[in-house]
């Protein structure tokens, strides 16, 4: 899921996917900090369990590096700027002063990651109650309410699927179908990459699918490697034998062609590598967004979508919406990294290669079956929820009952927890019972992101502080003669475009915690103009590795540069989603959600 969406995930050397130098792992700094805070731990990375609960800035071990003096006075004034601002706002006698310079406050030190994100959240929840804005009840409630519920469980859920490599084997079988060329092996990674994100994490996603594409891209430069040794003992050894022969020059010609040949093909799998690792970065963010639950801002918009216009919008309604839109996304995205990192002589994988790998996971057993069915079964409470298809929530609301999409998800938790790894009805089975390894246990809670979890708690309190502070009151004002004076075209446009390129600098979640609430406020029927763009706006910044999670993650592979990797093919895909979110919230939204949108008309 995507949440989004931050992170503890080891960039270090000594991850499997780790830096390859100690410059690398410098020019990846900020990105470790952002991946530190926000997101879950790297599956395969080795983190004590203090370490994962806490989630520091840095690891236990490591050494701090002294800050030069000019540094220490940077950090104290942007440490204290945010708190002084916000006592000099009380020589107003209102609320609404206070509070916008609280959210002032919160928003320097997230962008600045002052502190780590998930403990700046937790100011609102000292801040808002002295300041008698809320009741510390309705406060803290903002830290664990539905959809936050829904994000837990679903890193629970994310947690199984890694312990049993079924991402492994799904991405395998997958590449199998779509074939072995280049262009295969590039739409089997973006399928299965936006696939994934659509249920979990994109971050955990990333995790998954980084060491897949390393071994795949390792596979192709090895055969290079073995395809250029012998040329290189030929030109060793064959200069005495051709000057005694007569017609040396041919044959060196010959050799150093064939040697250049090779060399060149080399550049191009490693041209190659570069295009995998942006197809995970850049089809994760994308592929997040097609569910409500895909990504951190999409969550966030569903709250707020509840909390202002009373109930969110049905799980089919927004996957009809959000998945038109990043399938486009994604053919765009596969176009483009077909045409500028792949060639003709590139070399291909096999069948044989790919068939190994999945022999090397063995054979589909029993806990894998029971996740898929799991996760099959999740999916199909969650489409099934509101009408048209069924609506057995709908039909429990009218008996009274409240309903939510966290539901499902927990309940498939607690089975899990419940199923041991072998079957209890087999020949090996005990039945069941409280010994034995369980499919789910305690330990997958390592693996939750708390710091993201905190955060978005963190931006629920806020926007509660902003409605009863009166403050969003004059904010919809400001926006809603905006959105009078520039159109119902070039409104969702400077949205979108504002929100992408800040986001390129601020936590998405974060983000989409602070302006969505806002944008929201405009209007029931204007959603489609200001809050629906914003929020896929947030997970579309694609240009710098401290954007996005999976952007970091691609980054610490080794494999890729800021400039011009990241930051051309991430301007290419920005704009492209700019045009189309401004195009899809404009024209097809009204399609989804008629009730809560303004036509072009």
Not at 546 to 561: F, H, I, R, V, W
């Amino acid at each position: 899921m995507g949440t989004d969406e931050g992170k503890s995930v080891e960039l270090a050397a000594g991850s499997p996917y780790g830096l390859a130098n100690r410059k690398d792992k410098l020019r990846a700094e900020s990105a470790y900090d952002r991946i530190d805070i926000e997101h879950e731990n790297e599956p395969e990375a080795s983190t004590s369990q203090d370490d994962t609960f806490l989630l520091p800035h840095k690891r236990r071990g490591e050494e701090e590096e002294a800050r030069p003096r000019g540094s220490q006075w940077v950090y104290c004034g942007f440490l204290l700027a945010g708190p002084a601002v916000f006592g000099l706002s009380f020589i107003s006698r209102g609320k609404e002063l206070p509070t916008a310079a609280l959210v002032l406050w919160v928003a320097l030190w997230w962008v600045t990651e002052i502190l780590p994100l998930g403990l700046t959240a937790f100011v609102p929840a000292v801040v808002l109650p002295l300041m008698g804005v809320c009741k510390a009840t309705e406060v803290t409630a903002c830290y664990m309410n539905p959809t936050i519920m829904l994000f837990v469980q679903s890193f629970l859920l994310a947690s199984c699927v890694h312990k049993y490599n079924l991402h492994k084997r799904v991405a395998l079988n997958v590449m199998l179908i779509t074939g072995t060329k280049p262009g295969g092996i590039l739409l089997g990674s973006i399928m299965i990459t936006a696939t994934l994100s659509m249920w979990m994490s994109n971050t955990s996603t990333s995790a998954m699918m980084v060491p897949l594409v390393m071994s795949l891209y390792e596979t192709l430069i090895k055969r290079e490697k073995d395809e250029e040794a012998p040329l290189e003992r030929s030109g060793e050894n064959g200069g005495a034998t051709n000057s005694a022969i007569g017609n040396g020059d041919e044959r060196r010609g010959s050799e150093v062609s064939s040697s250049e040949d090779v060399g060149r093909r080399r550049k191009d799998a490693e041209k190659f590598g570069k295009g995998l690792m942006l197809s995970v970065a850049y089809s994760a963010s994308i592929g997040g967004t097609a569910t409500p639950i895909g990504t951190g801002p999409n969550l966030v918009l569903m709250q707020t979508w509840e909390n202002t216009f009373g109930e969110s919008p049905g799980f089919l309604s927004w996957l009809g919406f959000g998945f038109t839109y990043a399938a486009l996304m994604l053919a765009v995205l596969w176009t483009y990294l077909y045409f500028f990192f792949t060639t003709k002589e590139l070399p291909r994988a096999t069948d044989t290669q790919l068939r190994s790998m999945l022999r090397d996971l063995g054979p589909y057993s029993f806990p894998e079956k029971v996740v898929t069915s799991s996760i099959l079964i999740v999916m199909f409470l969650w489409m099934t929820r509101k009408k048209p298809l069924w609506g057995w929530g709908d039909a429990l609301k009218a008996g009274g009952a409240s309903v939510h999409d966290y539901m499902p998800v927990m309940a498939a938790a607690i089975l899990l927890s419940v199923v041991p790894e072998t079957n209890p009805f087999g020949r090996k089975g005990k039945g069941l019972g409280r010994k034995g390894k369980k499919i789910l246990d305690m330990s997958a809670f390592r693996d939750v992101s708390w710091g993201v979890v905190f955060l978005l708690g963190g931006g629920f309190a806020l926007s509660l502080g902003i409605e009863r502070s009166g403050l969003m009151e004059n904010i919809t004002s400001a926006l809603e003669f905006l959105k009078a004076h520039v159109g119902k075209f070039v409104f969702p446009l400077l949205i979108a475009s504002s929100v992408t390129f800040a986001t390129e600098f601020v936590s998405n979640v974060a983000m989409s915690t602070i302006i969505l609430p806002v944008l929201a406020n405009i209007g029931a029927e204007t959603a489609n103009l200001g809050l629906i763009p914003a929020a896929l706006a947030c997970s579309c910044a694609f240009m710098l590795p401290s954007a996005t999670p999976p952007n970091a993650l691609a980054y610490g592979s080794g494999l890729l540069s800021v400039y011009p990797d990241m930051v051309w093919s991430g301007l290419v895909m920005n704009v492209t989603g700019i045009t189309l979110i401004t195009f899809w919230s404009v024209f097809v939204a009204p399609i989804f959600f008629p009730e809560n949108s303004t036509g072009p008309g």
